[in-house]
């Protein structure tokens, strides 16, 4: 069975700073990667898609980063903003359903 | 607007009570699901429809009963409240096939006293 781990758990930075979040996985028999946004008390705001085949996917300040063999993905996020706070979690793709990490609860300072 | 729209929003129930919630998508995808985010903010799938027909139902108890009238609507109906059905439940759509992502929508907070 799929286990998605991302780590830290909770994140804490200065606005401006560049910061990455990480996501592992125990299959690496996936077809895509999703990292979502949720803000205290929404939904689930979908950031980034990143297909199996491929190595990354920019959005604005966003970059996500996928190395299926190794069961990784990272999100970057640069010149960070206050805005950014909020709980970031990956899912992964097995075909039938997404399967979802624990989610980093990131925090940027003012 | 396009998306995935739940609704209530917030439900307040007793123990022992039956309640639903309704989703419904106009984006034009075949598949919908529901997850179930726990106090911890961990999702777990519940349920996932394809076309209305049910393709997967994960461990959970019969008192919770998907409907699917139609390819844009899923409804949860849940039997017999207890305590622990207390959480955050999310309706998301994705078209068919594997490789697209998810829509989700905006959840409902369930509180059962």
């Known amino acids: 069975k799929q286990e998605v781990t991302q780590i830290p758990a909770a994140l804490s930075v200065p606005e401006g700073e560049n910061l990455v979040l990480n996501c592992s996985f125990t299959d690496s028999a996936i077809y895509n990667l999703q990292w979502f946004r949720q803000d205290p008390g929404k939904g689930l705001t979908s950031l980034l898609l990143?297909?199996?085949?491929?190595r990354e996917q920019t959005s604005g300040r966003l970059n996500a980063s996928l190395d299926k063999s190794s069961g990784r993905s990272t999100l970057y996020i640069a010149a960070s903003q206050p805005g950014d706070s909020a709980t970031y979690l990956c899912a992964v793709n097995t075909g039938n359903q997404f399967y979802f990490g624990t989610g980093t609860s990131l925090t940027v300072i003012p | 607007d396009t998306a995935v729209s739940q609704t209530p929003k917030y439900l307040v129930t007793q123990m022992g009570n039956d309640k639903s919630i309704k989703c419904e998508q106009n984006l034009g995808h075949d598949t919908m699901y529901w997850y179930k985010q726990d106090s911890k903010k961990f999702l777990k799938i519940m349920f996932s429809y394809n076309n209305k027909e049910l393709i997967i139902n994960e461990t959970v108890p019969n008192r919770f009963s998907p409907k699917s009238p139609d390819k844009a609507h899923l409804n949860l109906h849940i039997n017999s409240l207890e305590l622990g059905d207390s959480a955050v439940y999310f309706c998301?759509?994705?078209?068919?096939?594997?490789?697209?992502?998810?829509?989700f929508g905006s959840g409902t907070r369930l509180t059962v006293v």
């Open positions: 998301a759509s994705s078209l068919p096939g594997t490789t697209y992502g998810y829509t």
């Open positions: 990143i297909q199996s085949s491929q």
